[in-house]
Structure formats: C-alpha cells, structure tokens
C-alpha cells in the first residue's frame, strides 16, 4: 500500500518560532510537493521539487522554504511563523519526470500560529 | 486555483444523482483529474480523463469533457452517505496540477 505520511496531524507553534513541517514517501517518486489548503481557496502551491536538491517555486513561497536532502523525504519550513500561515499543510508525490501525474496525498497537517 | 473554478457547494438527496462542474483555463492540459477528499484526510484520485476523450465513465462516476468551451463535469450515479466529501478538479501543467476551490458535496437522507 502506498504511502506518504506527515510528521503531525496537528501542531501548535507561537508567532515568531521556525517550525518544521516534514513529508516521507516510500514509493520512490521523483516528484513532491507542499501545499496549504484553506476554505474556499482549495489548494496553492507553496513549493515543489522534481529531485533531489532541487526545488521550486510554486503559487505563494513567500515566507516558506524546503530542503530535500533525501529522495523520499521534503521538508517544509517556516523562517518565522505568522498567523496568517495558520492553515492545513498538504504533502503529495508523483511520479514521472514530465507532466503532474496522479498525486498521493499524506492526511494533513493542521498548523495554527499563535 | 484561480485558474480551475467550481461551484462551493451541493447538497443532494441519497439515491439521487450528483453533478459536480468545473470550467478551466489551459487548454493545453493533458489530463484532468477529479479527487476527493473525505474529513480528516489527504486528497485521493478518484478519477481523470485524458483530454482527446469527451467522456469517461468508470462504476457509478461518469466524467464529461468538453474540451471547446473547457467544461469538466462529475456525475455520481445513486449518491450515498459515504460519498459526502469535498471534490476537487485539477488541471495538468508543468509538474504540478492546478486545482479548483472545492465542491463540499453534503448527502441528505
């Protein structure tokens, strides 16, 4: 069964902290994403990465940076968190070097900055 | 997705049949994809069509492509309760898909 799992399902962080948000997948793709999905906005793009070391910029990286060290893991950090970064933090892989392809998705991480 | 519009909301009788529509931008998608996401969970795929088909028809999901006016549509045959959800489409670009706001999708008795 494939998989890609989050490190929390929810986390607490206070304005001004750097957090960690951190994404492993076991199906060997090339592709990974992060997005933040919030209410009637769906899913934006922060960053995105087609292979190790390299990364992308997505629809809104501003105040958002990643790090993938490792095939299967991509990390998402916030610098210095905010309110306004208080959002549910999506994961997805893909395989393929060309096109989106079908993503898998992990279950969320649901960020609120205090 | 600015780029990928739905409508919010749909609320439907169980047994009835449900349509979810969508209109995008890039013409050049190769596939669209419909997910859905079910409370406390990540999106999962649920279907997709391959732009050169007009429709796709797989269990009781039927999805309609109108390529001319960029019209995408879901139809759920017999909804139930477990179909309540929100659906997502989503447009192919460069690696990565553009996906639209959402259809939180509520299932009535």
């Known amino acids: 069964d494939v998989k890609v799992t989050q490190s929390s399902r929810y986390l607490v962080k206070r304005t001004g902290e750097k957090v960690f948000l951190e994404c492993v997948q076991d199906m060997d793709h090339e592709n990974m994403f992060w997005y933040r999905q919030d209410p009637g906005l769906g899913l934006r793009l922060i960053y995105f990465s087609y292979d190790v070391k390299m990364k992308e910029k997505g629809d809104i990286p501003e105040g958002y940076s990643v790090s993938r060290e490792k095939k299967e893991r991509f990390s998402l950090i916030l610098e210095s968190a905010s309110t306004n970064q208080t959002s549910m933090y999506l994961c997805?892989?893909?395989?393929?070097?060309?096109?989106?392809?079908?993503?898998?998705f992990g279950p969320g991480t649901r960020l609120t900055v205090l | 997705g600015e780029d990928v519009e739905q409508s919010l909301f749909l609320s439907v009788r169980e047994g009835d049949s449900s349509v979810i529509n969508c209109t995008y931008t890039?013409?050049?998608?190769?596939?669209l994809y419909w997910y859905k996401q079910e409370p406390g969970a990540g999106l999962q795929l649920l279907t997709y069509i391959f732009s050169n088909m007009d429709m796709k028809q797989d269990q009781r999901l039927t999805v309609l492509l109108n390529k001319k006016d960029k019209h995408l549509s879901l139809r759920i045959a017999d909804t139930q309760t477990g179909d309540s959800a929100i659906y997502f489409c989503a447009e192919t670009g460069d690696y990565k898909l553009s996906f639209g706001a959402g259809t939180t999708v509520t299932v009535r008795a």
């Open positions: 997805a892989s893909s395989h393929g070097t060309s096109g989106a392809g079908e993503q898998f």
């Open positions: 890039d013409s050049s998608s190769t596939y």
